[in-house]
């Protein structure tokens, strides 16, 4: 019997208004967005092709190669990617992170004339009330400078993703103008940006729609809307969904959420969601690779992935509490992996590459200990199994390899 036949899911127990509307597309911000932690090293060129080349294993619609306007150490990289997205004939599209100044989209336009890279600028400009208090911003003055710098990347050749920072704080009649006013002048894409992590999903829903409603509907263009989220209230991915139930697109993303302050939407997380949520692709896509993929990010960046951390963390598939243990165990014996990876997980650790594992420690039952020992093919003698079930329970943790041969060894001493 398949598993799925076990399962009554709630999950889709819904109208088809609860589901995202089509495709949905995914832009990494690993290497533009997720660098500005400060907690976090830039990787070498070299590293960071490894990631492109994953990203576009996983299937990811499209990347940001970084900001050129930042100086030459981004230029070079941003090119480097360009290059080698042209070299190998990715599938994976670009674009380039832009202030709305001159200075910052024009380097863009040189790498795309160096390289025959197409890349879309994606150019970002504050919104919210409190940002233009601060900054002494004028209704006006955001007005124009929208308007001169998307003309601009347009005579340039370039396709414009127009970006409104802080848009989950920005009044109504601001994002209705500067959204209008970019598609206007020629914006195909615009992101709805919840820059400083304020958003609900509710919010977030109502945000989008509004958006499509009253902007996006009433230009009579086609027009992408994006969405782009931090994690500050932990609801990244939360919100991210109900920006695709609401007529999003696309929805950005880091590896591991990293950016600024506590970071961004979870790439691998968006695509384990999307996946399990039968969710149509957008391409051919290899999540064994999701690991690697979170791995060498956190290898290059000098992130460490907690353990806890949703399935590529060490502990995401593993037990040592008998109850679960021995549930898993059961189902291994009726030689279905299948059932034994969903038996006691929501994620089925085979989709993504992954097994569950089985250890040893003060909350196990004997089943552990006998499974433990019959997947190493060591004989699980009385003794055995009595020395090893003894450790465990005066132990404050979970018990290692070398701790459990050591109980192996000194029974055979005996």
């Known amino acids: 019997m398949k598993s799925s036949e076990l399962i009554y899911d709630w999950n889709r127990v819904h109208p088809a208004s609860l589901r995202p509307m089509g495709h949905v597309l995914l832009n990494d911000e690993t290497l533009r967005d997720g660098l500005q932690s400060p907690s976090v090293r830039d990787p070498s060129i070299e590293e960071k092709l490894e990631i492109l080349h994953l990203m576009e294993v996983l299937g990811i619609n499209s990347l940001d190669l970084g900001l050129p306007g930042a100086g030459s150490r981004a230029v070079e990289s941003t090119e480097a990617l360009a290059r080698e997205i042209v070299r190998q004939k990715m599938k994976i599209r670009a674009n380039c992170a832009a202030r709305t100044h001159q200075n910052d989209i024009r380097p863009i336009a040189e790498i795309v004339q160096r390289t025959g890279l197409n890349i879309e600028v994606a150019m970002f400009l504050g919104s919210s009330p409190i940002r233009r208090y601060t900054e002494g911003w004028t209704d006006d003055f955001l007005l124009q400078t929208t308007e001169s710098a998307v003309k601009y990347g347009v005579s340039l050749g370039l396709g414009v993703m127009y970006v409104t920072e802080d848009t989950t704080r920005c009044d109504p009649d601001m994002v209705r103008r500067l959204y209008s006013t970019a598609i206007n002048c020629g914006a195909r894409a615009i992101v709805l940006c919840d820059t400083a992590g304020h958003a609900t999903p509710m919010g977030t829903f109502a945000l989008v729609k509004f958006v499509m409603d009253e902007v996006v509907k009433p230009s009579g263009e086609k027009v992408r809307v994006d969405w782009h989220g931090h994690c500050d209230r932990g609801l ?55 690991k690697d993929y979170c791995q060498v990010v956190s290898r290059s960046t000098g992130v460490p992935i907690p353990v806890n951390y949703p399935v590529v963390g060490e502990d995401a598939f593993r037990t040592a509490t008998g109850v679960h243990a021995a549930a898993v165990i059961k189902a291994y014996k009726k030689d279905d992996i299948e059932l034994a990876n969903t038996v006691y997980s929501g994620v089925p650790s085979h989709v993504f590459g992954l097994q569950q594992v089985i250890d040893i420690g003060p909350m196990s039952g004997k089943s552990n200990i006998l499974f433990w020992l019959e997947r190493r093919g060591i004989p699980a003698s009385d003794d055995v199994v009595e020395r090893i079930y003894g450790r465990a329970k005066a132990s404050d943790h979970t018990l290692s390899e070398a701790e459990i041969l050591e109980c192996v060894e000194s029974a055979k001493a005996h």
């Open 236 to 290: 990244a991915i939360a919100n991210s969904m109900a920006a695709l139930v609401a007529g999003a697109e696309c929805v950005h993303a880091t590896a591991l959420g990293i950016g600024e302050r506590v970071g961004n939407t979870q790439m691998d997380q968006m695509l384990v969601n999307l996946k399990l949520m039968g969710i149509p692709p957008w391409g051919e896509q290899d999540l064994t690779k999701l």
